[in-house]
C-alpha cells in the first residue's frame, strides 16, 4: 500500500535478480549484459514511479 514499501520491495527485488545473475553468469559475460539489465531496471523503475 505504502509508496516507500513499493520502493524498497522493487529494490531487494532487483537485489536478488542481480545476484542470481552474478551467481548464474561468467563474470566477462555479466560485465557484456550488464547495460540491458540496467535498461530493464530504469524501465521498471519508471513504470513503479508513476
Same mark, same amino acid.
Given at each position: #500500500?505504502?509508496?516507500r514499501w #513499493? %520502493? /524498497?520491495k522493487s529494490v =531487494?527485488?532487483?537485489? *536478488?535478480g542481480i545476484s542470481v545473475v552474478y551467481l #548464474? /553468469? +561468467?563474470a566477462s559475460y555479466t =560485465? %557484456?549484459?550488464l +547495460?540491458? *539489465?540496467t535498461a530493464i %531496471?530504469?524501465?521498471i523503475h519508471q513504470s513503479d514511479s508513476v
Open positions: #500500500m505504502k509508496p #513499493m %520502493a /524498497v =531487494s527485488t532487483y537485489t *536478488v #548464474m /553468469v +561468467p =560485465s %557484456a549484459t +547495460p540491458f *539489465v %531496471a530504469l524501465y
